[in-house]
């Protein structure tokens, strides 16, 4: 079974910040292109942000651009995601996954523990 293990949601209200963080195996973690991706009640998992291997390039989906920030520690095999200005539609469960660094679709199949953010307006 992969190990990813996304932590740091919470619930704020609206305009407030988050930083997730995600770990996982070196398996996972070396020499992949690694994503955030959220999925909201009742709809579709989407991509939210990716980052290269070694921290370069990152690609954010218009709804978070200028307001997310995805980074890496390659020593720690860990990826966070800094979300600032935070909205009501910005609420689901958020994963962690490995990417392919050609089209940022994920590895595998398999999404770990996700963690929940939930905005208030």
């Known amino acids: 079974q992969v190990q990813l293990v996304a932590s740091g949601g919470g619930s704020v209200q609206a305009g407030g910040s988050l930083r997730l963080s995600c770990t996982t195996s070196?398996?996972?973690?070396?020499?992949?292109?690694m994503g955030w991706f959220r999925q909201g009640s009742g709809k579709e998992r989407e991509r939210v942000a990716a980052?290269?291997?070694?921290?370069?390039?990152?690609i954010y989906a218009d709804s978070v651009k200028g307001r997310f920030v995805i980074s890496r520690d390659n020593r720690e095999n860990t990826v966070d995601l800094q979300m600032n200005n935070l909205q009501p539609e910005d609420t689901a469960v958020y994963y962690c996954?490995?990417?392919?660094?050609?089209?940022?679709?994920?590895?595998?199949?398999?999404w770990g523990r996700g963690t929940q953010v939930t905005v208030s307006s």
């Open positions: 996954a490995g990417v392919r660094c050609d089209n940022w679709t994920p590895l595998l199949n398999d």
């Open positions: 070196e398996y996972i973690f070396n020499g992949n292109c």
């Open positions: 980052i290269g291997t070694g921290g370069t390039p990152t």
